[in-house]
C-alpha cells in the first residue's frame, strides 16, 4: 500500500531575534510524510514548488530522506514560506518576513490522478472530492479554511469518510459552534471518521472510535526548545503504528500508539526545526540578502 502526499511545498525560515539561522522544508503535512519516510514507509509527494533556492532546499529536505519528488512540479512563482522567529525564548511562527514585512504565499491548484486504495496525506480539504477512493488521513490544526467552507461545502466535509481525522482544541471550539452541538464527545458522531484524535496540548489527547474512546494524561512535559514539529511527529508516528497494526482500531493498538507517539514527539521539541531530530537547518541561500523574501 502506497503512501502519497499532496501539497504545495513550503519552506521553514528560522530567526534568532530576527537574524537567520538557517531553513529547512516544512508545513505539516511534508514534515508528516518526512517522518514517515524516516521510519522505513515508501513516500510519493505531489504538489507544486517555487522555482527558486529555498524551493530547491525544501525539495532536497525531502529527497534526502528518499521521498519521490518526481511528480512535484516546479511552477513560476516564489516557494510559500514560514517564519519561525525565536525573540528572547518566545516563538512566533508567521506567514509574513519579520524583516521585511513581505509576504510570500500563494495557493496553486495541483493537479493529480491515483490508483484506488492509497494511504495519502494531504494538506487542504479542497481536494476531497478527488480522494473517495482513498484512504485519507487529514490534520488540521487551524480553522481558518474551514471557515471558507460554504454550508454546502460543510456537509460535504462532514459527511467524506475519513480514515483518521487529528484536530486539536482550537478547531473542535469551532466544530462545535458550527455543528451546534454540546460537547466534544458528541464530533465523533457527526464527522465520519473511523478514528477521531483530539490534541490538547499539555491537557493530553483524546481517542474516539467506534467501539471506544479513551483519553491520556502527559505523564511529564518535555523541555521544549521548539515546538514545531511536535504534532507532526505525533500523528506519524499514531500512522505508522496504525499501519503496523494492519488499519485495525482497538484499545490496545490506542494505548500502545500514544505512548510510542509521545516518546518521539518529545525528542523532536529538543532541536530547532520540525526536522531537526533528523536533519540540521540549511544555510541561508548566498543569493539573498537582509532576508530571504527577495534575491539579489
Same mark, same amino acid.
Given at each position: 500500500m502506497k503512501i502519497i502526499g499532496i501539497g504545495n511545498i513550503v519552506c521553514d525560515i528560522y530567526y534568532n531575534n530576527g537574524k537567520i539561522i538557517g531553513c529547512n522544508g516544512g508545513k505539516s503535512w511534508a514534515n508528516?510524510?518526512?517522518?514517515?519516510?524516516?521510519?522505513?514507509?515508501?513516500?510519493?509527494?505531489?504538489?507544486?514548488?517555487?522555482?527558486?533556492?529555498?524551493?530547491?532546499?525544501?525539495?532536497?529536505?525531502?529527497?534526502?530522506?528518499?521521498?519521490?519528488?518526481?511528480?512535484?512540479?516546479?511552477?513560476?512563482?516564489?516557494?510559500?514560506?514560514?517564519?519561525?522567529?525565536?525573540?528572547?525564548?518566545?516563538?512566533?511562527?508567521?506567514?509574513?518576513?519579520?524583516?521585511?514585512?513581505?509576504?510570500?504565499?500563494?495557493?496553486? =491548484?495541483?493537479? *493529480?490522478?491515483?490508483? =484506488?486504495?492509497?494511504?495519502?496525506?494531504?494538506?487542504?480539504?479542497?481536494?476531497?472530492?478527488?480522494?473517495?477512493?482513498?484512504?485519507?488521513?487529514?490534520?488540521?490544526?487551524?480553522?481558518?479554511?474551514?471557515?471558507?467552507?460554504?454550508?454546502?461545502?460543510?456537509?460535504? *466535509?462532514?459527511? *467524506?469518510?475519513?480514515?483518521?481525522?487529528?484536530i486539536n482544541y482550537r478547531v473542535v471550539k469551532y466544530l462545535i459552534e458550527r455543528m451546534k452541538i454540546e460537547k466534544e464527545e458528541d464530533l465523533f458522531n457527526y464527522l465520519n471518521t473511523k478514528l477521531l484524535i483530539i490534541t490538547k496540548g499539555t491537557d493530553g489527547v483524546s481517542y474516539y472510535f467506534k467501539e471506544n474512546n479513551m483519553h491520556f494524561n502527559l505523564s511529564e512535559i518535555a523541555e521544549e526548545t521548539d515546538p514545531n514539529g511536535a504534532g507532526d511527529m505525533f500523528f506519524a508516528s499514531t500512522i505508522n503504528s496504525y499501519i503496523k497494526n494492519d488499519l485495525i482500531i482497538n484499545n490496545t493498538f490506542i494505548s500502545k500508539s500514544f505512548e510510542e507517539a509521545t516518546q518521539l514527539s518529545k525528542e523532536v521539541v529538543k532541536t530547532i526545526g520540525a526536522r531537526g531530530y533528523y536533519q540540521e537547518l540549511y544555510d541561508a541561500p548566498s543569493t539573498y540578502s537582509n532576508c530571504l523574501c527577495k534575491s539579489n
Amino acid at each position: 500500500m502506497k503512501i502519497i502526499g499532496i501539497g504545495n511545498i513550503v519552506c521553514d525560515i528560522y530567526y534568532n531575534n530576527g537574524k537567520i539561522i538557517g531553513c529547512n522544508g516544512g508545513k505539516s503535512w511534508a514534515n508528516i510524510v518526512f517522518n514517515l519516510s524516516n521510519m522505513g514507509h515508501d513516500i510519493k509527494v505531489i504538489g507544486n514548488c517555487g522555482n527558486d533556492d529555498l524551493g530547491q532546499i525544501a525539495l532536497d529536505s525531502l529527497k534526502k530522506t528518499k521521498i519521490n519528488i518526481s511528480e512535484i512540479q516546479i511552477i513560476n512563482k516564489p516557494t510559500n514560506l514560514f517564519h519561525i522567529n525565536i525573540v528572547d525564548n518566545e516563538i512566533t511562527t508567521k506567514k509574513r518576513c519579520p524583516i521585511c514585512q513581505n509576504k510570500t504565499w500563494s495557493d496553486s =491548484p495541483i493537479k *493529480f490522478k491515483l490508483d =484506488p486504495q492509497n494511504i495519502v496525506i494531504i494538506d487542504s480539504i479542497k481536494y476531497l472530492k478527488k480522494l473517495r477512493k482513498q484512504i485519507v488521513m487529514l490534520d488540521i490544526g487551524y480553522q481558518n479554511e474551514l471557515e471558507l467552507l460554504s454550508d454546502n461545502e460543510f456537509i460535504d *466535509f462532514k459527511n *467524506f469518510k475519513f480514515e483518521i481525522l487529528n484536530i486539536n482544541y482550537r478547531v473542535v471550539k469551532y466544530l462545535i459552534e458550527r455543528m451546534k452541538i454540546e460537547k466534544e464527545e458528541d464530533l465523533f458522531n457527526y464527522l465520519n471518521t473511523k478514528l477521531l484524535i483530539i490534541t490538547k496540548g499539555t491537557d493530553g489527547v483524546s481517542y474516539y472510535f467506534k467501539e471506544n474512546n479513551m483519553h491520556f494524561n502527559l505523564s511529564e512535559i518535555a523541555e521544549e526548545t521548539d515546538p514545531n514539529g511536535a504534532g507532526d511527529m505525533f500523528f506519524a508516528s499514531t500512522i505508522n503504528s496504525y499501519i503496523k497494526n494492519d488499519l485495525i482500531i482497538n484499545n490496545t493498538f490506542i494505548s500502545k500508539s500514544f505512548e510510542e507517539a509521545t516518546q518521539l514527539s518529545k525528542e523532536v521539541v529538543k532541536t530547532i526545526g520540525a526536522r531537526g531530530y533528523y536533519q540540521e537547518l540549511y544555510d541561508a541561500p548566498s543569493t539573498y540578502s537582509n532576508c530571504l523574501c527577495k534575491s539579489n
